[in-house]
T-cell receptor, first 115, second 111 residues
Framework: DGGITQSPKYLFRKEGQNVTLSCEQN?????MYWYRQDPGQGLRLIYY???????QKGDIAEGYSVSREKKESFPLTVTSAQKNPTAFYLC??????????????FGDGTRLSIL | QKEVEQNSGPLSVPEGAIASLNCTYS??????FFWYRQYSGKSPELIMF????GDKEDGRFTAQLNKASQYVSLLIRDSQPSDSATYLC???????????FGTGTRLKVLA
């Protein structure tokens, strides 16, 4: 079955620690995205990537980093510079052609908390 | 001004009724609009997308788009308690790969 797999489901970060959230898709989608969702809030874009080896900052990129070495994979690192990382992190992808005219599909999310 | 606006709710409707969820947007150049359902603690699930003015139906769901008035609606017929969730409206930011989301409307279907 094609889909987007995020791991882990739950993650705890210690003070001063970097943590990496995994996102893998087998939908053959070109574009991939990372969003952050806080309780009762909408989705805020962290980073997105249209193609391999290219990515752009979203609205709240500070304290985060990404890489896109393979089409299928778009990992997100939450660095120690992100002082308020507790949130629900969602990875999404969209089919090729038409940019944001194509519907996005989401993974199941990773819930990150501070220890 | 928010780019995509939704009433946060909760919108309460009795079982079997029609639930009407509304969304307004500010960019007249927007071409694509999406509705997602998000259950508490889960990720958003795509329900419908619409590109053209008018209605688009899929089962119990109907999306309505009015570009002149800059609003998009989602109607849910024969609402069920299992429809209770937060519904997110999103639009594609024209000429980009970015999507703009509203903060969602919480729907409660009362049995």
């Amino acid at each position: 079955d094609g889909g987007i797999t995020q791991s882990p489901k739950y993650l705890f970060r210690k003070e001063g620690q970097n943590v990496t959230l995994s996102c893998e898709q087998n939908l053959n989608h070109d574009a991939m995205y990372w969003y952050r969702q806080d309780p009762g809030q909408g989705l805020r874009l962290i980073y997105y990537s249209q193609i391999v080896n290219d990515f752009q900052k979203g609205d709240i990129a500070e304290g985060y980093s990404v890489s896109r070495e393979k089409k299928e994979s778009f990992p997100l690192t939450v660095t120690s510079a992100q002082k308020n990382p507790t949130a629900f992190y969602l990875c999404a992808s969209s089919p090729p052609g038409g940019g944001s005219n194509q519907p996005q599909h989401f993974g199941d999310g990773t819930r990150l908390s501070i220890l | 001004q928010k780019e995509v606006e939704q009433n946060s709710g909760p919108l309460s409707v009795p079982e079997g009724a029609i639930a009407s969820l509304n969304c307004t947007y500010s960019d007249r150049g927007s071409q694509s609009f999406f509705w997602y359902r998000q259950y508490s603690g889960k990720s958003p699930e795509l329900i419908m997308f619409i590109y053209s003015n008018g209605d688009k139906e899929d089962g119990r769901f109907t999306a309505q788009l009015n570009k002149a008035s800059q609003y998009v609606s989602l109607l849910i017929r024969d609402s069920q308690p299992s429809d209770s969730a937060t519904y997110l409206c999103a639009r594609g930011a024209s000429g980009t790969y970015k999507y703009i989301f509203g903060t969602g409307t919480r729907l409660k279907v009362l049995a």
